[in-house]
């Protein structure tokens, strides 16, 4: 990763709360940028934005044909941005955060983008519609099933976890989950990107079949939730150090154990087998959540109009 890892996975080391049980099956992913010339790296974030972008506005086929050719990439993602939709809800950074959990995801987690959803979400049936990101991790020739959620904030304070947490709630009721898996198996993406080993991909189609019940699949699904956030304590700094990482840790540390309690409290004592289900809350600070969403769209325009 270019970001430096504050928080990996320790949920369990600073978290004693047995409410919030079981522990072990939530993971906090704590991100920092860092500055230069007394700087937060503004570049630096878009640069890592635009060299993921193709994981989700392009298919498998169009990234290997363009692979040769990444200005053409950069331009044909671009094109697949909603920037002109009436309905779009760019404004908010919906699009620029579920990018950067496309890039979490295949570099830290080295994950596979098995439904680019910022491609599918250009058809006009929007069968995309649901998780903000789809991937599958094979690792010792096993699998597990990933299903991301993915907002940009101006706050991650008590007040707005609640839309963040309905969001994740939804994605989990049986019919949505079945929807996610059929169009997983649908879509070509999977058998292009499994194409060594067939007989796990065979394995990954038949437990995603609508005549497989969700409750087998539960052990094998991870959640993670990206809140990309504007953050009062960046602004206060102008260079990484050791004063600026305890502090946002610390912060970080407090905003999961608020997060999972909340999560807990709304639906993890009604949907079955809660707690066979991995969680994982990905935080990322930023200064100003404005100007980042600016230059996105300014670069995406420049792209988009080559």
Same mark, same amino acid.
């Given at each position: 990763?270019?970001?430096?890892?504050?928080?990996?996975?320790?949920?369990?080391?600073?978290?004693?709360?047995?409410?919030?049980?079981?522990?072990?099956?939530?993971?906090?992913?704590?991100?920092?940028?860092?500055? =230069?010339?007394?700087?937060?790296?503004?570049?630096?974030?878009?640069?890592?934005?635009?060299?993921?972008?193709?994981?989700?506005?392009?298919?498998?086929?169009?990234?290997?044909? *363009?692979?040769?050719?990444?200005?053409?990439?950069?331009?044909?993602?671009?094109?697949?941005?909603?920037?002109?939709?009436?309905?779009?809800? #760019?404004?908010?950074?919906?699009?620029?955060?579920?990018?950067?959990?496309?890039?979490?995801?295949?570099?830290?987690?080295?994950?596979?983008?098995?439904?680019?959803?910022?491609?599918?979400?250009?058809?006009?049936?929007?069968?995309?519609?649901?998780?903000?990101?789809?991937?599958?991790?094979?690792?010792?020739?096993?699998?597990?099933?990933?299903?991301?959620?993915?907002?940009?904030?101006?706050?991650?304070?008590?007040?707005? *976890?609640?839309?963040?947490?309905?969001?994740?709630?939804?994605?989990?009721?049986?019919?949505?989950?079945?929807? =996610?898996?059929?169009?997983?198996?649908?879509?070509?993406?999977?058998?292009? #990107?499994?194409?060594?080993?067939? =007989?796990?991909?065979?394995?990954?189609?038949?437990?995603?079949?609508?005549?497989?019940?969700?409750?087998?699949?539960?052990?094998?699904?991870?959640?993670?939730?990206?809140?990309?956030?504007?953050?009062?304590?960046?602004?206060?700094?102008?260079?990484?150090?050791?004063?600026?990482?305890?502090?946002?840790?610390?912060?970080?540390?407090?905003?999961?154990?608020?997060?999972?309690?909340?999560?807990?409290?709304?639906?993890?004592?009604?949907?079955?087998?809660?707690?066979?289900?991995?969680?994982? *809350?990905?935080?990322?600070?930023?200064?100003?959540?404005?100007?980042?969403?600016?230059?996105?769209?300014?670069?995406?325009?420049?792209?988009?109009?080559?």
């Amino acid at each position: 990763m270019d970001f430096k890892v504050l928080l990996s996975d320790f949920f369990s080391t600073f978290c004693k709360d047995s409410s919030l049980n079981p522990i072990a099956k939530k993971k906090v992913l704590s991100l920092i940028n860092d500055f =230069e010339d007394g700087n937060w790296r503004y570049t630096k974030f878009q640069n890592f934005i635009w060299d993921n972008i193709a994981d989700t506005a392009l298919s498998f086929r169009e990234r290997d044909s *363009l692979i040769n050719q990444p200005l053409s990439q950069l331009s044909e993602s671009a094109k697949k941005l909603r920037l002109t939709d009436k309905d779009s809800d #760019l404004s908010k950074g919906s699009e620029l955060s579920e990018i950067l959990l496309y890039g979490i995801m295949k570099h830290y987690y080295k994950a596979l983008p098995v439904v680019p959803k910022i491609y599918y979400k250009q058809n006009p049936n929007d069968n995309a519609k649901g998780a903000d990101s789809v991937h599958i991790v094979v690792e010792d020739n096993d699998f597990s099933i990933w299903f991301g959620e993915a907002k940009f904030y101006n706050s991650i304070e008590d007040a707005r *976890l609640g839309e963040i947490i309905t969001s994740v709630e939804n994605s989990l009721k049986t019919d949505k989950i079945k929807k =996610e898996n059929s169009i997983i198996t649908d879509l070509q993406d999977l058998d292009l #990107l499994i194409d060594d080993n067939l =007989e796990l991909r065979e394995r990954i189609k038949n437990a995603l079949s609508t005549r497989e019940s969700i409750d087998d699949l539960k052990p094998k699904l991870h959640i993670p939730i990206l809140l990309l956030h504007e953050c009062p304590i960046t602004p206060k700094y102008d260079q990484l150090t050791s004063a600026y990482e305890l502090e946002i840790s610390n912060y970080h540390k407090q905003r999961a154990q608020s997060y999972f309690k909340k999560q807990i409290n709304k639906f993890g004592n009604t949907l079955h087998n809660y707690s066979e289900i991995s969680f994982h *809350l990905i935080l990322f600070p930023v200064p100003v959540k404005k100007d980042i969403i600016d230059e996105f769209i300014k670069i995406a325009n420049f792209h988009k109009n080559r």
